[in-house]
C-alpha cells in the first residue's frame, strides 16, 4: 500500500492511503522536515516542548516512533566550522551519498534562511557551510528591504533576501538544485566548487 505523507508547515504530519483514510500520524509538532533516509528512518524537526517558539530539535526516527539519533539546536548548532557559527535548521534536509545531511540554516547574521550546511550524523560536527552572501553579489542582500516575518523574527531587524527553501543533492554529478522563495529563482551549483552552473 502506498501512502501520501502530508506535512504541514506546523503541527503534527499524518499519511493517508487512496481512499483518503489517514495510516499513519505523527504526535510531536513538526516542522517543514520530512525526508526519507536511505536507512528506511525519517527525518524530523521537532519542538523540545510544545510551548518552545522555535522549533529546535531534528530527530532521527522510524515509522514506528523509535528515536535513534537527535540534535538539539540552541540559538547556534555551534561554531565548529572554521569560527562560522550557523543556527536553527528551516525547510529542508537532503541526504547526500557519503551519509551526511544537508540542511538549509541561518548563519547566525541579521541575514536569515540563506546558508546551508553540511552535517555529519555520527559526530553532530558541521563539516562545510556555504554562505551564500559570499556567493551572489553583495547588492542581492544589501540592498534588499524584505525583513523576516516569522513570530520571532519581527521586531528584530532581520533581513530575509534570499529565503532558501528547498535543496537536493545529485550523487552522480555532485551538484545541488536550489529554490528561493524571495528571489523567485532557482540555481544549480557544484557543491564542491561553488560554482553555479544555471540560474532561473
Known sequence: MELTVLNRSTKQTFAVDGDGEVRWYYLRWNQHIFEQLDNGH???FNKIKSGDEKYNMLVETDYLGRVYRQFIFDKTLGKSYAGEAVSLVHH?????SNGNWLLT???G???VEDTIAELDPNTGKIVKVIDFKKIFPESMYKNSKIK???????GLGL???LHINTISYDDKTGNILLSARNQDMIWSMNYQTNKIRKLQ
Open 92 to 96: 529542508d534536509v537532503v541526504e547526500m
Open 148 to 154: 523576516a516575518n516569522d513570530n520571532t523574527s519581527s
Open 159 to 161: 533581513m530575509d533576501w
Open 109 to 111: 547574521s541579521k541575514y
Open 42 to 44: 525519517i527525518l524530523l
Open 105 to 107: 540554516v541561518h548563519d
